[in-house]
Each structure stands twice: as structure tokens, then as C-alpha cells.
């Protein structure tokens, strides 16, 4: 069945600092591509999304582009900020029509 | 949280008891879910509905009872609770079916069970 794989957390940076948080995917059929944020406390919000091969979604300094030669949409921003910490998780979305997660990768940012 | 809220946000209660959960929306919107948050699982879902009075089950389904008589609500019933239903529970909408349409989660629900 489709699957979401992050890497283990938590991913522990420097402000300023750059991120990656890895995310791979199996699906059938031609899935789309989300990743959400929880702050501490919170719900789950939409962080950014891409719906076909090679779309770049982007959001508040965070980039992920739709890899299908290599089944993944790593998470990336240039400079974290301490606000940043939180956990996030990478989800697909096939013709199931249901949100798949991944375990989710928490991120601490230290000023 | 955009329309959607849940109820109550904090829970104990004893094994054994029945607990129901709301979600109440003031989108409209056709599709809700039930998540449950457990670490190292991330989220799984327990049931969803297309609509009023059209419910099924997801992955983790067992010990857990939907209802949706109107649009706005979808309760989570817990017939008989158990430890291992200890969880966060999410509620989720959709203004659509297919990949391109993401959810909006409610703010949760911590339910401990003693």
C-alpha cells in the first residue's frame, strides 16, 4: 500500500542555520505531495504542497520539490528561525483519496 | 482553526466508559476525518465520511463508532475505552475529493484513559 518515510528526528540546528528533512514516498498512480507543520499545542496547518512531477511548492522560506524519479519531496529552508521549531510531516494524497503521513520529524531550532 | 473546532480539548477518563468526541465545522464542507496522534505512528486514520449518515472505517477502526446526522458534526465514540486508546485525537475537513485537495485539521482532542 502507499507509505510516507521522513527521517528520525529531532533535527537539532543553530538559527540561521540550513534545513533538510528528508521524505520518500510509495504510491500507486501519481500521488500529491504535502507537507504540514504542528506547533506545539496546535493542530496540523499546511505548510506547502506540489501535485504533479517536478512543481516546487513553497511557503514562508520553505521549499519542496516532486521528485518521481526518486519518489521524494525533502523539505529545505535556507535559514531557520527559532519560530520554526515544531514537528513536521510529510503526506501524500492518491487516488485513495486519503492523507497518508509520515511519523513526523521534529525540528529545535537554539538561538 | 479555520471553522473547525473540537470538543472537548482535554479529556480523562476510566476504562471502560464511553467517551464521544466532537467535531463541529462551519465550512460546509462534505468530507471529515478522525485521526488519532500516537508517537512514533504519526497520524492514522480511524474513520471518515463522504457526508451525512455516509461513514467508514480506516486503518485503526476497532473500538471506535462514527456518527454524522447533520453536516456540521462527526463524533468519534468510544464504546468502551481502553488504555491504548490514550491518544491525541484530529479532526480533519476537505471542500473536495481528489489529490489536490489537503485537509484542515481541528485543534485536537488529549484523551488519557486510567
Known amino acids: 500500500g502507499d507509505s510516507v518515510t521522513q527521517m528520525e528526528g529531532p533535527v537539532t540546528l543553530s538559527e540561521e542555520a540550513f534545513l533538510t528533512i528528508n521524505c520518500t514516498y510509495t504510491?500507486?498512480?501519481?500521488?500529491?505531495l504535502f507537507w504540514y507543520v504542528q506547533y506545539p499545542g496546535e493542530g496540523l496547518q499546511l505548510l506547502l504542497k506540489a501535485t504533479k512531477a517536478d512543481d516546487k511548492g513553497s511557503n514562508k522560506g520553505f521549499e519542496a520539490t516532486y521528485r518521481k524519479e526518486t519518489t521524494s519531496f525533502h523539505l529545505e529552508k535556507g535559514s531557520v528561525q527559532v519560530s520554526d521549531s515544531a514537528v513536521y510531516f510529510c503526506a501524500l494524497k492518491s487516488n485513495t483519496d486519503k492523507l497518508i503521513f509520515g511519523t513526523g520529524t521534529r525540528l529545535q531550532v537554539f538561538p | 482553526d479555520a471553522g473547525i473546532t473540537q470538543s472537548p480539548r482535554h479529556k480523562v477518563t476510566e476504562t471502560g466508559t464511553p467517551v464521544t468526541l466532537r467535531c463541529h465545522q462551519t465550512e460546509n464542507h462534505r468530507y471529515m476525518y478522525w485521526y488519532r496522534q500516537d508517537p512514533g505512528h504519526g497520524l492514522r486514520l480511524i474513520h471518515y465520511?463522504?457526508?451525512?449518515?455516509?461513514?467508514d472505517k480506516g486503518e485503526v477502526s476497532d473500538g471506535y463508532s462514527v456518527s454524522r446526522s447533520k453536516t456540521e458534526d462527526f463524533l468519534l465514540t468510544l464504546e468502551s475505552a481502553t488504555s491504548s486508546q490514550t491518544s491525541v485525537y484530529f479532526c480533519?475537513?476537505?471542500?473536495?475529493?481528489?489529490?489536490?485537495?489537503?485537509?484542515?485539521f481541528g485543534s485536537g482532542t488529549r484523551l488519557t484513559v486510567v
Open positions: 504510491a500507486t498512480g501519481y500521488p500529491s
Open positions: 480533519a475537513i476537505s471542500e473536495g475529493q481528489g489529490a489536490n485537495y489537503g485537509y484542515t
Open positions: 465520511s463522504y457526508g451525512v449518515k455516509d461513514t
